[in-house]
């Protein structure tokens, strides 16, 4: 998977200066690994969201992404940048930075 690295983001970002700059993760289930929960924090306030998904695919991430975080409850423009993991169910940022005009950013891989 390509695309931009956490370097890139705007120095403003990392130190919380700016709203609209959100983190993004799956949550696991561990009553069955199918199951999954799309968790959003944006990085100023730490305005909390979570969303039901039914798995932790690219497509159930857009669907989440679009009905639960990035629909009509926030003004356009809360979603500036993005910065996720490097998880399979984010394959589909090319489509969430068409769509909704935000850009993302993938974290670095550590080896420990």
Partial sequence: MVGKSIQQRPKE???????????LDTVVSSRGKSKACLDSVERKTLLYTAIKMPDRTALSMEIAFGVGVAAP???????????VGRGKEFACYASLESVYNLEVYFADLYLF
């Fill in 73 to 83: 409850q926030f003004p356009l423009g809360t979603f500036q940048a993005a910065t």
């Fill in 13 to 23: 970002v990392r130190s919380r200066e700016m709203w609209g700059h959100w983190e």
